[in-house]
Each structure stands twice: as structure tokens, then as C-alpha cells.
């Protein structure tokens, strides 16, 4: 999950927050010593380069770096990107975190469909070699639209026409729908397979992570627990009985790296789960809205024609040939993962002392007014 989207008083200024304590120059030589047990080199492969990226997420340490070797005289290597598990003192956004799962989820995605997906090369579940276990896949450039600052206050997709915005809208509507698509999901990724409904166990993830990262410590929030209440009494039997699709989970354009207009490679895959395909339609709606409504309690315009809900549905049955169902109550549940995302990153900058503790705990959920309007029923979508 991209956690990078807290917003300060200037929304237009990168918030610096902590990831990672590791040192880069010593991860720099681990790499490298690692890399030579990985690839026949003539001699010790280099690494070079190495950055860790502030536009990265927060659940995770992402590295950028290249290396380079020689393999019976031929040179070899490129620009390669490294993602590790946090470490415990990162005071991590989720209790667990499946490298494994992630890694196979991306092979079964690029195996069964034409989405494009950065290349693997390897997982390694060592803790030893970099303090925890870590992907690491070759590099894929491009752009990509930024939570740090929010794309709707400037940038290449904020300086876009319409027409171009709508079209990075329809191809990562025609992305989501193309994950979908994989046929007889639970025998290609029995990983995320289990006993009884698909929903039934994504609902109870979410209400354990929302247990044990912020209620079991103290920090419950009324307003989600709310939430929680509307979603049981609301259940959405119908979509539940639907056929299970495979879930990107953190579906939305700020995943994706885009040539131009085109996505490049679908990145993200963390929160990939078995489930009804509307899990998928509706977080990056609401995600979506949810820097707009910060654009607009600013002042500001923001980008009101993007990724609008209408929008959204209307090209997702294009290309799918299902019209997604219950979309009250799955953006309401989207709201409701996001708050509990919020919620955690609030208790986690409180940690690291980047932020101050709030009298009203409804208050670390920052679109606290739009999930308050959802479940009145009284939000203006279009």
C-alpha cells in the first residue's frame, strides 16, 4: 500500500517521513556480495547507484539501484529495483507482510495475462542478507501519478487535457478488468484460496488489522467501528454469491508507471486477494476522491473530471461485460480500509514524533467527512 499520502498544512509540499534506518552504503555492499551467489559473474558484481525513493510507499523499503557484472566475458546487469519486507523497529503499516505470496502473485499475473508487470528476478527470504526478506525486479521507467504531493495539485496528470486524463482512466479501468479475466483464479493462486465465502475472510482481515494495529492498542476509532457495524448490517449478499475473480487490491493509477499514457507496469500487489471484482472497482474511486475532496478543502480545483464513479462503472462493464453491484456499500468498505490505513499511518508518524496525538480519535481518519457522508447516505459523487 502506498502510505506516502498524509498531506500538511501546504499540500503542495513533500511530506518527509520515515521508511527506513538502514544505511544505503552498507545495503549497497550486502547487495552486491548477494548478487555474486545469484549470477555467474566473471568477478564481483558492482552495485551503483542506489537511492531509496521518497515517492515510495510506506509499507514497504524500496531500493533503486544498477548493477553491473560480466558473465563469460559479456557484459551484464541493468537497473534493477529491490522491495523489502520492514523491519519491526519501521513500525510496520501491516502485521504481516508476504513477500512470497506477493512474488507469486506477480508471476501468476504476468503468466495468465497480457497486464504488463515488472520483471522478477528474485525473491530472497533470508533475513540475514539485508535485515529481511526481499523482491527484487528489474527497473521500468516511466511516471507515475504521485500521493506526495497529491497528483490534484500539479504535475504531468494535473497539466493533462481532459481527454488525456480520460484516457489514463480507461487503461487502468481495462487493467483491472484484464486481472479479472484470469480464469479458475483459486487453483492459479491457491494462496489466497480458503475456507468459505471470499468476502467473509477479506471483512475479518481487515477487522483483525484494524484490531491489531490500532484498537488493541489503545487507539480505537468510533467512526470506523461504525463503519464496521453499517457493513454487517448492510451485507451485500448478492455480490458475494458471484464467482471469485483474483483482486490487484491496491487497484488505482498511483501504481501504475505510465509511457505517456500507457501503463508500463502495474505495480503494488501487496493487498492482491480472491474476491468479488467490485473490492477492485471501488478503491480507486474513492482513493481517487479522497485527494479531491483534499484539493477542494484547500481551495483548490483538483481534478474533478478524473476517475469519475460514473465513469468508472460505465467502462468497467465495457470491458468486462459486468456491471459492477452494491457500489454503496464496497466504496463504504473502501472508505473504511483506507481509514484503518490512515489510522495506522497516524499512530505511526505519532511514533517516529512526526505528527501529535488528536482529543477526537474520529480525526485520524482524514476523510472522516466523506465516509461520515457515505454512510448518511448524503455524498455527492458526480
Not at 515488472?118 to 521507467?141: A, T, Y
Not at 471483512?203 to 491489531?212: R, S
Not at 517516529?352 to 467527512?369: I, K, Q, S
Request: hydrophobic letters at 40%; a negative charge.
Amino acid at each position: 500500500m502506498s502510505g506516502g499520502s498524509m498531506t500538511s498544512a501546504d499540500p503542495n509540499t513533500r511530506r518527509q517521513l520515515t521508511v527506513s534506518e538502514r544505511d544505503l552504503d552498507v545495503l549497497s555492499e550486502e547487495l552486491a556480495l548477494w548478487l555474486a551467489t545469484k549470477v555467474q559473474a566473471d568477478q564481483p558484481p558492482k552495485v551503483t547507484s542506489i537511492t531509496r525513493p521518497q515517492a515510495g510507499g510506506m509499507s514497504s523499503t524500496t531500493l533503486l539501484f544498477d548493477a553491473e557484472w560480466s558473465e563469460h566475458g559479456q557484459a551484464a546487469g541493468g537497473s534493477f529495483v529491490a522491495r523489502l519486507a520492514p523491519e519491526d523497529s519501521s513500525f510496520p503499516v501491516f502485521e504481516n507482510y508476504d513477500l512470497a505470496t506477493q512474488y507469486a502473485v506477480i508471476a501468476g499475473v504476468a503468466e495468465n495475462t497480457e497486464v504488463p508487470v515488472p520483471e522478477l528476478c528474485w525473491l530472497e527470504l533470508d533475513e540475514k542478507i539485508l535485515g529481511s526478506p526481499f523482491i527484487v525486479m528489474r527497473r521500468v521507467n516511466g511516471r507515475v501519478p504521485e500521493d506526495n504531493p497529491p497528483y490534484v495539485f500539479l504535475g504531468w496528470l494535473f497539466e493533462a487535457t481532459p481527454e488525456q486524463r480520460y484516457a489514463l482512466t480507461r487503461k487502468t479501468v481495462e487493467v483491472i478488468a484484464r486481472v479479472h479475466a484470469i480464469a479458475n483464479p483459486t487453483a492459479k493462486f491457491p494462496m489466497l484460496h480458503g475456507e468459505g465465502s471470499a468476502l467473509r475472510r477479506h471483512f475479518q482481515a481487515n477487522k483483525d488489522w484494524y484490531d491489531w494495529g490500532l484498537a488493541r492498542d489503545g487507539f480505537r476509532i468510533p467512526l470506523l467501528e461504525r463503519t464496521f457495524d453499517w457493513l454487517e448490517q448492510n451485507w451485500p449478499e448478492a455480490s458475494e454469491a458471484e464467482p471469485e475473480v483474483l483482486n490487484w487490491g491496491d487497484a488505482r493509477p498511483g501504481n501504475i508507471i505510465f509511457d505517456e499514457f500507457d501503463p508500463a507496469a502495474v505495480l503494488d500487489w501487496e493487498m492482491a486477494a480472491l474476491g468479488p471484482r467490485e473490492l477492485d472497482v471501488a478503491w480507486p474511486i474513492l482513493i481517487h476522491r479522497f485527494f479531491q475532496d483534499i484539493a477542494t478543502r484547500f481551495d483548490q480545483p483538483g481534478l474533478p473530471d478524473f476517475f469519475k464513479r460514473s465513469d468508472v462503472e460505465k467502462l468497467y462493464e465495457e470491458f468486462s461485460g459486468h456491471a459492477p453491484r452494491d457500489m454503496d456499500w464496497f466504496l463504504i468498505y473502501a472508505a473504511l480500509r483506507h481509514g484503518i490505513v490512515m489510522g495506522r499511518i497516524k499512530r505511526r508518524m505519532i511514533h517516529f514524533g512526526e505528527d501529535t496525538d488528536t482529543a477526537d480519535r474520529d480525526d485520524y481518519v482524514m476523510h472522516r467527512h466523506l465516509l461520515e457522508a457515505l454512510l448518511d447516505g448524503t455524498y455527492d459523487w458526480d
